[in-house]
């Protein structure tokens, strides 16, 4: 038999982490900015950076950021 | 100096006034000196709750005005070392600024054991101003999941306050749905919302039927003994937690839940 509990404990916890995923509009652009900013200050980027931020089952922000760069700026100079 | 605890929820229609005038009762039946202040400016329902809505000749915006003293606007229950004060019902909202607010609440802190104040619904003005004159918070919920979402959000908010303490209170829990796992479990509602359970509070006909005649204290049923083990909790931390799935365990359980079901 289903056990209907654990269904609204599990549709809860998508709404409760859905709510604090719920950053306000453009804040990811920034972060997204910012990070380009540093690393495009150290290599020589290829494309877009990316930027995603998600919150786990214990309420901590994971913060992926993925780029991907064709060479080190300081290695260069050195 | 007193114990001041804001009882709020975020969502409304959980039971916050109920909770707060029952857990009044269960400290005044330990001998525990509690006030209970209505904090619903312009929708007070505290002393309608209690059955006290017709001997209020004065209340909170009279006292802060300085049109009495602030003993003249509060009123003894009965029998019990439990007083309310009741809302002002004839002004608005914002005319009760927060400051005021704490500033009325320091005065009568050194003469009540305990403060509860009922809070308003919802994370407006109201609900500022009645956590900012607050030590600790209870937050009341159903185990429905749009009231423990609210009741998220709430604590979100009220961690930003310097409180010493927020607890949760899980009432209306039907315990029949709670035994055949058909509605969410307390434990785990305190788990997702991670602050402890202060209390258990079951679903009883009683509470609503005493509501509506202004006895609130006088329910002898389950949610009474609810009520004195979470009062017993914030006293004295025994972890005592009522069980509503008590009664529909066993053959006999098993009937009653079955025609309840039924019903």
Same mark, same amino acid.
């Given at each position: 038999?289903? /056990?209907? &509990? /654990?269904?609204?404990?599990?549709?809860?916890?998508?709404?409760?982490?859905?709510?604090?995923?719920?950053?306000?509009?453009?804040?990811?652009?920034?972060?997204?900015?910012?990070?380009?900013?540093?690393?495009? &200050?150290?290599?020589?980027?290829? &494309?877009?950076?990316?930027?995603?931020?998600?919150?786990?089952?214990?309420? +901590?922000?994971?913060?992926?950021?993925?780029?991907?760069? *064709?060479?080190?700026?300081?290695?260069?100079?050195? | 100096?007193?114990?001041?605890?804001?009882?709020?929820?975020?969502?409304?229609?959980?039971?916050?006034?109920?909770?707060?005038?029952?857990?009044?009762?269960?400290?005044?039946?330990?001998?525990?000196?509690?006030?209970?202040?209505?904090?619903? $400016?312009?929708?007070?329902?505290?002393?309608?709750?209690?059955?006290? *809505?017709?001997?209020?000749?004065?209340?909170?915006?009279?006292?802060?005005?300085?049109?009495?003293?602030?003993?003249?606007?509060? +009123?003894? $229950?009965?029998?019990?070392? +439990?007083?309310?004060?009741?809302?002002?019902?004839?002004?608005?909202?914002?005319?009760?600024?927060?400051?005021?607010?704490?500033?009325?609440?320091?005065?009568?802190?050194?003469?009540? /054991?305990?403060?509860?104040?009922?809070?308003?619904?919802?994370?407006?003005?109201?609900?500022?101003?009645?956590?900012?004159?607050?030590?600790?918070?209870?937050?009341?919920?159903?185990?429905? $999941?749009?009231?423990?979402?609210?009741?998220?959000?709430?604590?979100?908010?009220?961690?930003?306050?310097?409180?010493?303490?927020?607890?949760?209170?899980?009432?209306?829990?039907?315990?029949?749905?709670?035994?055949?796992?058909?509605?969410? *479990?307390?434990?785990?509602?305190?788990?997702?919302?991670?602050?402890?359970?202060?209390?258990?509070?079951?679903?009883?006909? *009683?509470?609503?039927?005493?509501?509506? +005649?202004?006895?609130?204290?006088?329910?002898?049923?389950?949610?009474?003994?609810?009520?004195?083990?979470?009062?017993?909790?914030?006293?004295?931390?025994?972890?005592?937690?009522? /069980?509503?799935?008590?009664?529909?365990?066993?053959?006999?359980?098993?009937?009653?839940?079955?025609?309840?079901?039924?019903?």
């Amino acid at each position: 038999m289903t /056990d209907i &509990g /654990d269904m609204a404990a599990n549709r809860l916890r998508r709404l409760l982490l859905s709510d604090k995923s719920a950053l306000p509009a453009g804040f990811t652009e920034v972060v997204r900015r910012e990070a380009e900013r540093t690393l495009s &200050g150290y290599m020589d980027l290829k &494309g877009r950076v990316d930027v995603l931020i998600d919150v786990d089952e214990s309420g +901590l922000y994971r913060i992926e950021i993925r780029a991907a760069a *064709e060479g080190i700026i300081a290695c260069k100079r050195i | 100096m007193s114990n001041t605890v804001v009882v709020t929820s975020g969502k409304g229609g959980v039971g916050k006034t109920t909770v707060t005038a029952s857990m009044g009762f269960a400290l005044a039946a330990r001998g525990v000196n509690t006030l209970l202040i209505d904090g619903d $400016v312009g929708l007070n329902n505290l002393d309608v709750a209690l059955g006290m *809505e017709n001997r209020a000749a004065y209340d909170m915006a009279d006292v802060m005005t300085g049109k009495c003293r602030v003993a003249q606007a509060i +009123l003894q $229950v009965p029998g019990y070392p +439990l007083y309310i004060m009741p809302s002002a019902h004839a002004v608005y909202s914002e005319q009760i600024k927060a400051g005021d607010f704490r500033a009325l609440i320091a005065r009568l802190g050194g003469s009540f /054991d305990y403060i509860l104040i009922d809070c308003p619904a919802g994370i407006e003005g109201g609900f500022h101003r009645a956590v900012s004159a607050s030590e600790y918070a209870i937050v009341v919920t159903t185990p429905h $999941v749009s009231a423990v979402r609210d009741a998220d959000k709430v604590i979100t908010l009220l961690s930003g306050y310097e409180l010493r303490g927020i607890s949760l209170i899980v009432n209306r829990v039907r315990g029949d749905l709670l035994a055949r796992g058909e509605t969410l *479990e307390p434990k785990e509602i305190s788990r997702l919302l991670r602050y402890p359970l202060l209390g258990v509070i079951p679903e009883d006909d *009683e509470i609503t039927v005493c509501s509506q +005649l202004g006895r609130i204290g006088m329910a002898e049923s389950s949610s009474r003994a609810a009520f004195e083990m979470a009062v017993g909790n914030m006293l004295t931390g025994e972890g005592r937690i009522y /069980d509503p799935t008590a009664k529909y365990r066993g053959i006999i359980g098993a009937l009653r839940s079955h025609f309840r079901r039924r019903a």
